[in-house]
């Protein structure tokens, strides 16, 4: 229809950096996320080295994946670091109790999953075992990874094939510790944290990032006691976990790709619910920390819907719709709006788990519609963050209202600004005005994401439905840029 219209205002008087890790990465040792996806049977017919597929690095390459999060996610606090090296023949096998019940055969270890890192060209976040684990076998592990010493565990790396140390920077001091990862009280984690990070040592220029299980959703609580018990020395990331639930139920979460209008709805406004969260955890930790030393680290988001029918529940393997690509902008547009504390963040979970950028049957594989959006985003890592100001109708469904379009804006090295735009609303295009006084520019290109259906998937035989295209929607008028958004999509401008 007609006649929708808004503002959008852009200053640049910002001296926040977007962190090209917001734009990060998670894979556990779920379902066919790690074998069957990044790590195939050697017979597969696709280029690999050793047994890591090259296509899957290829397409990660593309969109510029920063960090990758591994192994888990709920496995990691049952994870033991040395069934995982040497002669992959001699690894223990153990059942995988959170994810299927299936036999792991630790084939996929520390030195492929650095050697994966190594040809993303991409930063490993590796979580350690706080559940399950000990203080040593923790601090062994980061020894054996990046101590370049004449000690035992280091001659076994050497001995392993790799005389250099690693050299990893992030760690994850556990994983959910409020859950899967012990069940514990925050009081008793931020002990175990302590004790846990002493003993994480920094080796030569592989000075730690220790990243603290932080909050499920809106456990407020469990933040303020982080944040008074630990201090910004010891702790660099404070970790929040947070699933955009269709329908809101976990027990009936809801189809990925069978979904009416209400259902939408409710699950952006599901999604939306990130900002408040965002709000108030930086919030609270701006009261222990007003130099926003500590990263709030969302390093496990997106939708979680019903798996797949006909497919391991316990794999939460799920298709990838246009509505889950509105999810992705609409929420890296959150993240690059609390750029100042929102430092890093993972989707969950890359490949054939959650929602995933990648999905493969064998030696296909298909990019799905949120694939597209971290290609667009890219252009917002590690740029100067423009603030905004919105003003911009409403989405209105039974009564229940959400702003229909959100934004974020960033201006790279070489001066070009980027404007992401998500418009929500599935029926009408909306027409966006935008100042921008203190920016000087004289052409506009951009991209969009759109299909005609908000359930719409690309899929194994139809794998390029939904795909980028070049977008003619924006045009200079004066000093203004005049931007017509389609409906249910995602554009991505650039102003040179
Ligand atoms: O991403 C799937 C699971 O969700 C992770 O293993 C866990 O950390 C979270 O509960």
């Not at 990893?168 to 510790?177: A, L």
């Not at 667009?376 to 890592?381: A, G, L, R, S």
């Amino acid at each position: 229809s007609y006649g929708q219209t808004g503002t959008l205002n852009i200053s640049t008087d910002s001296k926040t950096t977007i962190s090209k890790h917001i734009y990060g990465q998670f894979a556990e040792h779920l379902g066919h996320g790690i074998y069957g996806g990044f790590w195939v049977d050697k017979t597969l017919p696709v280029k690999k080295q050793d047994r890591i597929r090259l296509d899957i690095v290829d397409a990660l390459k593309k969109i510029k994946i920063p960090n990758l999060r591994w192994p888990g996610g709920c496995f990691a606090d049952e994870y033991h670091w040395r069934d995982g090296i040497g002669p992959a023949a001699e690894r223990p096998r153990m059942v995988n109790t959170n994810w299927g019940g299936i036999t792991e055969d630790n084939s996929f270890g520390t030195h492929e999953f650095l050697e994966l890192c190594d040809l993303l060209g991409c930063e490993p976040y590796i979580a350690g075992n706080v559940g399950s684990g000990t203080v040593d076998e923790m601090s062994k592990w980061i020894e054996y990874l990046n101590s370049n010493s004449t000690s035992t565990v280091v001659q076994l790396r050497k001995k392993n094939g790799h005389p250099a140390p690693y050299k990893v920077t992030f760690w994850g001091v556990g994983n959910e510790s409020w859950g899967c990862g012990g069940n514990m009280t925050p009081e008793y984690y931020t002990d175990l944290f302590k004790r846990y990070a002493s003993f994480a040592k920094d080796y030569p220029g592989a000075k730690l990032n220790k990243i603290a299980s932080g909050p499920n959703a809106d456990d407020y609580h469990w933040t303020e006691v982080c944040m008074k018990n630990i201090s910004s020395g010891m702790m660099s990331g404070l970790s929040l976990h947070y699933y955009t639930i269709p329908t809101g139920n976990w027990g009936k979460k809801g189809s990925a790709t069978n979904f009416s209008e209400k259902e939408y709805f409710g699950t952006m406004v599901n999604c939306l619910k990130m900002e408040e969260l965002v709000t108030k955890h930086s919030a609270i930790m701006d009261k222990y920390d007003p130099e926003k030393k500590v990263a709030l680290v969302v390093d496990e988001w997106g939708v979680w819907t019903d798996p797949e029918p006909g497919t391991n529940p316990g794999f939460l393997y799920q298709q990838n719709s246009l509505r889950d690509a509105l999810i992705a902008g609409t929420t890296l547009n959150i993240f690059n709006n609390h750029s100042d504390r929102v430092k890093m963040a993972a989707l969950a979970q890359t490949i054939n788990v959650l929602q995933a950028l990648i999905l493969t049957d064998k030696e296909k594989m298909v990019l799905t519609p949120t694939y597209h959006i971290f290609d667009m985003y890219k252009v917002h890592q590690d740029a100067k963050y423009l603030p905004i100001k919105l003003s911009v109708p409403d989405y209105e469904v039974d009564g229940k209202k959400i702003e229909a379009v959100n934004a974020s804006a960033s201006q790279d090295a070489s001066g070009k600004v980027h404007i992401s735009l998500v418009n929500l609303d599935p029926h009408n295009t909306i027409t966006i005005t935008t100042g921008l006084s203190d920016i000087k520019w004289q052409t506009v290109s951009g991209q969009v994401l759109t299909s005609a259906n908000l359930t719409d998937v690309n899929t194994f035989k139809d794998a390029n439905k939904i795909h980028l295209t070049a977008f003619n929607g924006a045009k200079k008028d004066g000093d203004k840029l005049v931007v017509s958004l389609p409906a249910k999509s995602v554009v991505t401008l650039e102003l040179k």
